[in-house]
């Protein structure tokens, strides 16, 4: 997909995978780049992950916290896509390593994750109205 253009999105490279494609892109509209969060359109015959995707995108676009990403635009090209903020830098995969992390910075991350868990499940869950 680099090179492709998904909507205003300009798909520069591949950033991960697991049950969906990540990609980094470039937002034309706006000159910032984004991450892509893509459910191909092979997966879209299944409604009920395509109502989880969108669900995600509404649960996680309703939250505010320097620990969460956030969530610019859902849309429809080629599948269903969620464009998000894009922040460079390792995955804590990347960062733990081979000998794992010293504690400090051990502590540090854990923290960060459970006051970004804290705020949402703390959140107003979405009514079932507007799924």
Known sequence: MTGCTLA??????????????VWKARDT??????ALKLLPAER???PERKRRFVQEAKSASALNHPNIIHIYDISEAEGV?????YVAGKTLDG??????LR???ALKYA???VDALAKAH??????RASR
């Open 8 to 21: 205003h999105y300009q798909i520069v490279e591949k950033l991960g995978e697991g049950g969906m494609g």
């Open 29 to 34: 509209h706006l000159d910032r780049f984004v």
């Open 44 to 46: 879209l015959a299944d």
């Open 81 to 85: 896509f969620l464009a998000m903020e």
């Open 95 to 100: 960062l733990i390593g081979r000998k794992g």
């Open 103 to 105: 504690l400090q910075d």
């Open 111 to 113: 923290s960060q994750i």
């Open 122 to 127: 703390s959140a107003e869950p979405i009514s």
